[in-house]
């Protein structure tokens, strides 16, 4: 069973950066389109970015220009730098594959949060 471990919140204030990364176990890693997706405080939990195993990506319009999702499939690792940080990023983040239908079991996910 795959592990993801999200990690690289925290506080930081409006126009500010932080890089989140996301370690998973399990040998199939490599050949799966990873995302990052958040969820704020009641509000339903939303797909960010997306990578694909060659390294396409996607994102939402919200987080366009200032957000880059990239991994390194050596290290089993997807990242996702964050750039001119808002209030409205503030969520908890987390890192899964991109399949609506059958997810991996969730991480604990990462606090971001942007004061402004």
């Known amino acids: 069973q795959v592990q993801l471990v999200e990690s690289g919140g925290g506080l930081v204030q409006a126009g500010g950066s932080l890089r989140l990364s996301c370690a998973a176990s399990?040998?199939?890693?490599?050949?799966?389109?990873m995302a990052w997706y958040r969820q704020a405080p009641g509000k339903q939990r939303e797909l960010v970015a997306l990578?694909?195993?060659?390294?396409?990506?996607n994102y939402a319009d919200s987080v366009k220009g200032r957000f880059t999702i990239s991994r390194d499939n050596a290290e089993k690792t997807v990242y996702l730098q964050m750039n001119s940080l808002k209030p409205e990023d503030t969520a908890v983040y987390y890192c899964?594959?991109?399949?609506?239908?059958?997810?991996?079991?969730w991480g604990q996910g990462t606090q971001v949060t942007v004061s402004s």
């Open positions: 899964n594959k991109f399949n609506p239908v059958n997810y991996w079991p």
């Open positions: 399990g040998s199939i890693f490599s050949i799966v389109t």
């Open positions: 990578i694909t195993s060659g390294g396409s990506t």
